[in-house]
T-cell receptor, first 113, second 117 residues
Framework: NAGVTQTPKFQVLKTGQSMTLQCAQD?????MYWYRQDPGMGLRLIYY???????DKGEVPNGYNVSRLNKREFSLRLESAAPSQTSVYFC????????????FGQGTRLTVV | AQKITQTQPGMFVQEKEAVTLDCTYD???????LFWYKQPSSGEMIFLIY??????QNATEGRYSLNFQKARKSANLVISASQLGDSAMYFC??????????????FGQGTTLQVKP
């Protein structure tokens, strides 16, 4: 049972390069999320998708785009990477109801130089 | 707007003692859920405990309990009989529920707990 799978685990980008972080879940969850984790800032919500076909901005959406490709997959795209986007990125999924926990991927450590 | 605040960046506790990690929240939604997660140094996020806004009793899961004070909008995590393996970062999180199960889940800044032998 894979749960939530993120790829890649590590990535180094040069400023201005683009990349897509992939996330897939096999739990038939409706809701999916992208967070970034920075020291002292906790986890901040970038974008989320309450259900297939919908996406909404979170707390820190600038510089990112997302695609909910289908119920399983939710990708995060950096069109022109900046050093300020150096962070650890987590994808998560849940059923979306108020009383169910989210399940997390293992994280992607992204460095932009 | 929904907000979660953890005011303790770091905490120390002696092994076998109890420790309380603070969490306050703000929401205008009468239906919400509160969650605590543990993040060890390996980086994975581990779900610990859940409390619903309409739950009459405080949640408990083994050595973890949640001290839920609704009027004060606080949801503190209590870890009893601390173990060395409890050393980790702990996050409080909240999901609002009334607005059509949007499932938006937001987190606090986290508290790093170190257990001393």
């Amino acid at each position: 049972n894979a749960g939530v799978t993120q790829t890649p685990k590590f990535q180094v980008l040069k400023t201005g390069q683009s990349m897509t972080l992939q996330c897939a879940q096999d739990m038939n969850h409706n809701s999916m999320y992208w967070y970034r984790q920075d020291p002292g800032m906790g986890l901040r919500l970038i974008y989320y998708s309450a259900s297939e076909g919908t996406t909404d901005k979170g707390e820190v959406p600038n510089g990112y785009n997302v695609s909910r490709l289908n119920k399983r997959e939710f990708s995060l795209r950096l069109e022109s990477a900046a050093p300020s986007q150096t962070s650890v990125y987590f994808c998560a999924s849940s059923t979306g109801t108020v009383n169910t926990e989210a399940f997390f991927g293992q994280g992607t450590r992204l460095t932009v130089v | 707007a929904q907000k979660i605040t953890q005011t303790q960046p770091g905490m120390f506790v002696q092994e076998k003692e109890a420790v309380t990690l603070d969490c306050t929240y703000d929401t205008s939604d009468p239906s919400y859920g509160l969650f605590w997660y543990k993040q060890p140094s390996s980086g994975e996020m581990i779900f610990l405990i859940y409390q619903g806004s309409y739950d009459q009793q405080n949640a408990t899961e083994g050595r973890y309990s949640l001290n839920f004070q609704k009027a004060r909008k606080s949801a503190n995590l209590v870890i009893s009989a601390s173990q060395l393996g409890d050393s980790a970062m702990y996050f409080c999180a909240m999901r609002e529920g009334v607005s059509g199960n949007t499932g938006k889940l937001i987190f606090g800044q986290g508290t790093t707990l170190q257990v001393k032998p």
